[in-house]
């Protein structure tokens, strides 16, 4: 299924926030045990995704498990999670070439590892996780195309024009068949994860206090 657009998801309510907190209020401060199992079913789900990530995937399960529980815990701060999570979509595409038909395995891979380690795990909770990876697949993609929107400003203020076929939108066109095109997909050999990127200097974050990425927590 092809992800919505910001403009067509609705911000995740009070009760949908709640039970994903609920389902996760059992890990212990700093456990990386959700997002072993999450990377464990997405490699299983998406083997061509793991070539996105170093070998030793450790410090990027570190990396995940801290992100996902300061999006949790802001959830009901929406406009701090959204900047932070637009900056996240923007660099994951420029950096690891993820595109629109990945969100689906993630969404996945992400239900199923909350199911595998909460032990109060619902369909209720399932509901409430798909709705909030949706409002999150459709923010991080509306940075996709706010970085793209970017560059094709910059080709056109140089005159540079891009490579023919190149259609980098997230929501590009698609062929007869409803495929996206695999054009410019590739990632670049010399790529960095997108969690490792630097952010510009004096550029502040969403977050204002020591978290996860060298940020903060959003304040409210």
């Given at each position: 299924?092809?992800?919505?657009r910001?403009?067509?998801?609705?911000?995740?309510?009070?009760?949908?926030?709640?039970?994903?907190?609920?389902?996760?209020?059992?890990?212990?401060?700093?456990?990386?045990?959700?997002?072993?199992?999450?990377?464990?079913?997405?490699?299983?789900?998406?083997?061509?995704?793991?070539?996105?990530?170093?070998?030793?995937?450790?410090p990027?399960?570190?990396?995940?498990?801290?992100?996902l529980?300061?999006?949790?815990?802001?959830?009901?701060?929406?406009?701090?999670?959204?900047q932070?999570?637009?900056?996240?979509?923007?660099?994951?595409y420029?950096e690891?070439?993820?595109?629109?038909?990945?969100?689906?395995?993630?969404?996945?891979?992400?239900?199923?590892?909350?199911?595998?380690?909460?032990?109060?795990?619902?369909?209720?909770?399932?509901?409430?996780?798909?709705?909030?990876?949706?409002?999150?697949?459709?923010?991080?993609?509306?940075?996709?195309?706010?970085?793209?929107?970017?560059?094709?400003?910059?080709?056109?203020?140089?005159?540079?024009?891009?490579?023919?076929?190149?259609?980098?939108?997230?929501?590009?066109?698609?062929?007869?068949?409803?495929?996206?095109?695999?054009?410019g997909?590739?990632?670049?050999?010399?790529?960095?994860?997108?969690?490792?990127?630097?952010?510009?200097?004096?550029?502040?974050?969403?977050?204002?206090?020591?978290?996860?990425?060298?940020?903060?927590?959003?304040?409210?």
């Amino acid at each position: 299924m092809q992800p919505r657009r910001i403009t067509e998801v609705p911000l995740p309510n009070a009760s949908v926030i709640e039970a994903v907190r609920e389902s996760c209020a059992s890990l212990p401060a700093g456990s990386t045990r959700l997002s072993e199992s999450f990377y464990a079913n997405l490699f299983v789900m998406a083997p061509e995704v793991r070539a996105m990530f170093s070998d030793d995937i450790r410090p990027q399960q570190r990396r995940m498990a801290d992100a996902l529980v300061e999006v949790v815990r802001y959830l009901d701060a929406p406009d701090h999670v959204a900047q932070f999570l637009r900056e996240l979509g923007g660099r994951h595409y420029r950096e690891l070439g993820v595109r629109p038909e990945h969100y689906p395995f993630v969404g996945r891979a992400l239900v199923r590892a909350v199911s595998e380690v909460s032990p109060t795990w619902s369909s209720s909770m399932s509901s409430a996780w798909v709705l909030v990876y949706e409002w999150i697949t459709a923010t991080m993609l509306a940075g996709a195309e706010d970085a793209i929107s970017k560059e094709e400003g910059a080709r056109r203020s140089t005159g540079d024009a891009a490579p023919r076929g190149d259609d980098r939108r997230p929501y590009g066109d698609r062929d007869r068949s409803g495929a996206r095109s695999s054009a410019g997909d590739q990632r670049p050999s010399d790529a960095r994860h997108a969690y490792d990127a630097p952010r510009p200097s004096g550029a502040r974050h969403a977050y204002d206090t020591p978290g996860p990425y060298g940020a903060s927590q959003p304040t409210r």
